[in-house]
């Protein structure tokens, strides 16, 4: 029932962002094939993946665009961003200068993204506790600032990613309708 060409009401594009190591690929690769990789290659260029969602009774075709989070990309990027209706900004919890960047994706968002794009912060890795180095709290609290939603995830134990990914499909389809 997940066919590429399976009739749809609506196509959403939505693109991952943050640094490199994040675990974006991770990610999206859990959620359109529920797949994680330990020695993930990194992402050359762009690639993406689709998945179809049933909200209420629309079938929504979600485009997700993932890249590496690398400054050789900013080529494209004004290309990458086009169209994109939500983003998912991604820091890992386990490495601060991941979260601090997030400001500096925030502004690359802003500078190409269209203004009423969904932006979902989120902090993944959390299954590796033991390793922490930004609490729950901090990455609310910027959210909250920011005007963002924010949730903390684990690809590799399968926590939260869904909701993530829902999350962000539901509140275009709710702005979009
Ligand atoms: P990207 O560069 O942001 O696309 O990051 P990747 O998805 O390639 O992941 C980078 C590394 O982090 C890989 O070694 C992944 O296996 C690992 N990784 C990704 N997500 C998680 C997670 O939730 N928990 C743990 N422990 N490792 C993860
Ligand atoms: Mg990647």
Same mark, same amino acid.
């Given at each position: 029932?997940?066919?590429?060409?399976?009739?749809?009401?609506?196509?959403?594009k939505?693109?991952?962002?943050?640094?490199?190591?994040?675990? #974006? @690929?991770?990610?999206?690769?859990?959620? +359109?094939?529920?797949?994680?990789?330990l020695?993930?290659?990194?992402?050359?260029?762009?690639?993406?993946?689709y998945?179809?969602?049933?909200v209420?009774?629309?079938?929504?075709?979600?485009?997700? &665009?993932?890249?590496?989070?690398q400054?050789?990309?900013?080529?494209?990027?004004?290309?990458?961003?086009?169209? +994109?209706?939500?983003?998912?900004?991604?820091?890992?919890?386990?490495?601060?200068?991941?979260?601090?960047?997030? #400001?500096? &994706?925030?502004?690359?968002?802003?500078?190409?993204?269209?203004?009423?794009?969904?932006?979902?912060?989120?902090?993944?890795?959390?299954?590796?506790?033991?390793?922490?180095?930004?609490?729950?709290?901090?990455?609310?609290?910027? +959210?909250?600032?920011?005007?963002?939603?924010?949730?903390?995830? @684990?690809?590799?134990?399968?926590?939260?990613?869904?909701?993530?990914?829902?999350?962000?499909?539901?509140?275009?389809?709710?702005?979009? @309708?």
């Amino acid at each position: 029932a997940d066919s590429f060409d399976e009739e749809c009401d609506y196509l959403f594009k939505a693109v991952l962002t943050g640094d490199s190591g994040v675990g #974006k @690929s991770n990610l999206l690769s859990r959620f +359109a094939k529920d797949e994680f990789r330990l020695d993930s290659k990194p992402t050359i260029g762009v690639e993406f993946a689709y998945r179809n969602i049933k909200v209420g009774d629309k079938l929504i075709k979600a485009q997700i &665009w993932d890249t590496a989070g690398q400054e050789r990309f900013r080529a494209i990027t004004s290309s990458y961003y086009r169209g +994109a209706l939500g983003a998912m900004l991604v820091y890992d919890i386990t490495r601060r200068a991941t979260f601090e960047n997030v #400001k500096k &994706w925030l502004q690359e968002l802003r500078q190409f993204g269209s203004g009423d794009m969904v932006v979902v912060l989120v902090g993944n890795k959390t299954d590796l506790g033991h390793s922490r180095e930004v609490s729950k709290e901090e990455g609310n609290s910027v +959210a909250e600032t920011e005007g963002l939603c924010f949730m903390e995830t @684990s690809a590799l134990e399968k926590v939260n990613v869904e909701e993530a990914f829902m999350h962000m499909i539901t509140k275009i389809h709710e702005i979009t @309708s």
